[in-house]
């Protein structure tokens, strides 16, 4: 099984422009992210649309693809960057990891996760989810929830907080019943990646703005996994000084 880690990384953040440049301990977030993923996964590629983003990454010995500065999804952007690099490089890649490139600090158990749920043959799309422990994170619409049947098949994404427990005060909600929050981390088998990618925006989609109700509403199956480990994303200028703080 040949993966493949794919970085989506652009310029234009709304809320923090130049984000995968931003200096974290004398390395750039990109790099940061590049390296962690490189200790478990051999194929990594940065997706970009940025010539300073290509350029940095060149500079530390990555792999870069430029892709078109119209995606509007990093799903999108790996679907692109994985035909051109796999044509340039006469390959073919089973399962594409699809990495936030604004996790600087990402754990190698969750690609070591994501890789494993792949060792079922009928795994079409994979994600991460954690536990919540603090009640606070359960009414929080920027830590998006997800409920999954018993195979851990997820049957839903959402902002809200899901499921609404009856007959109980909502301080109290993560003491009587298990809520998890999603890891925005992807894993896709190769052809399926093709195929979401062609899909219609939905419904579901729009109303959550989480594009992985898209696939649920198209059928597509995603398998979930349960992590203890903390993903720390950094989407802001004050997120970033908040982790500068904490580390240096």
Same mark, same amino acid.
């Given at each position: 099984?040949?993966?493949?880690?794919?970085?989506?990384?652009?310029?234009?953040?709304?809320?923090?422009?130049? *984000?995968?440049?931003?200096? &974290?301990?004398?390395?750039?977030?990109?790099?940061?992210?590049?390296?962690?993923?490189?200790?478990?996964?051999?194929? &990594? +590629?940065?997706?970009?649309?940025?010539?300073?983003?290509?350029?940095?990454?060149?500079?530390?010995?990555?792999?870069?693809?430029?892709?078109?500065?119209?995606? !509007?999804?990093?799903?999108?952007?790996?679907?692109?960057?994985?035909? !051109?690099?796999?044509?340039?490089?006469? *390959?073919?890649?089973?399962?594409?990891?699809?990495?936030? =490139?604004?996790?600087?600090?990402?754990?190698?158990?969750?690609?070591?996760?994501?890789?494993?749920?792949?060792?079922?043959?009928?795994?079409? +799309?994979?994600?991460?989810?954690?536990?919540?422990? +603090?009640?606070?994170?359960?009414?929080?619409?920027?830590?998006?929830?997800?409920?999954?049947?018993?195979? !851990?098949?997820?049957?839903?994404?959402?902002?809200?907080?899901?499921?609404?427990?009856?007959?109980?005060?909502?301080?109290?909600?993560?003491?009587?019943?298990?809520?998890? *929050?999603?890891?925005?981390?992807?894993?896709?088998?190769?052809? &399926?990646?093709?195929?979401?990618?062609?899909?219609?925006?939905? =419904?579901?989609? &729009?109303?959550?703005?989480?594009?992985?109700?898209?696939?649920?509403?198209? =059928?597509?199956?995603?398998?979930?996994?349960?992590?203890?480990?903390?993903?720390?994303?950094?989407?802001?200028?004050?997120?970033?000084?908040?982790?500068?703080?904490?580390?240096?």
């Amino acid at each position: 099984m040949k993966v493949i880690g794919i970085i989506p990384a652009r310029y234009g953040s709304v809320r923090f422009p130049g *984000k995968p440049l931003a200096d &974290i301990g004398g390395k750039t977030m990109i790099r940061r992210v590049y390296e962690n993923s490189a200790e478990v996964l051999e194929n &990594i +590629i940065v997706a970009t649309d940025d010539r300073l983003i290509y350029d940095e990454v060149v500079s530390f010995g990555g792999k870069v693809v430029m892709t078109s500065a119209k995606h !509007k999804s990093g799903t999108d952007r790996c679907a692109e960057a994985l035909k !051109k690099y796999e044509t340039a490089e006469n *390959k073919v890649f089973d399962i594409v990891i699809n990495i936030q =490139g604004d996790e600087p600090f990402l754990h190698k158990e969750h690609l070591q996760k994501l890789i494993t749920c792949f060792d079922d043959s009928k795994t079409e +799309i994979a994600t991460l989810v954690k536990k919540i422990n +603090i009640n606070e994170d359960i009414f929080n619409p920027n830590k998006p929830k997800v409920v999954f049947d018993k195979n !851990k098949k997820a049957i839903y994404f959402s902002r809200s907080a899901i499921p609404y427990l009856r007959n109980a005060e909502k301080k109290e909600w993560h003491l009587k019943h298990n809520y998890f *929050k999603h890891i925005g981390i992807y894993a896709y088998r190769r052809d &399926i990646l093709k195929k979401i990618t062609n899909l219609d925006i939905s =419904g579901l989609e &729009i109303a959550e703005s989480l594009e992985q109700n898209r696939w649920i509403e198209n =059928g597509f199956k995603i398998k979930t996994d349960i992590t203890d480990k903390e993903s720390i994303s950094i989407d802001t200028p004050e997120d970033l000084e908040r982790l500068l703080k904490k580390l240096f």
